[in-house]
């Protein structure tokens, strides 16, 4: 039973932390009303890349997406597995996950 209920609150301390955390940032209700499947996806991010969303949120630099070196780059990723697509996120983004774009 003792160890049952060391496991149970080892972590106690940090979860607090991160709830104090999230308050900080987000009022208290709006934590009620979120699931922890919500709460996930608006942390780390949307878990399966879409490459069709990917590609609206791209930023262009001295090529236009219509230049043939661009289509030749989402052909090739449409042609990745979802393991390569966020091992390629992770490479240029820091993230496997592509961020949640909340509309408010």
Known sequence: KLVIEARLNESREQILAMRQG????LPPYFLALMTWRDLELRVCGIPEIDIAELKKTAIYEDVHETDQICIYFWDVLSAFTQRELKLLLRFIAGRSRLPVQIKL
């Open 22 to 25: 999230l308050l900080d940032v």
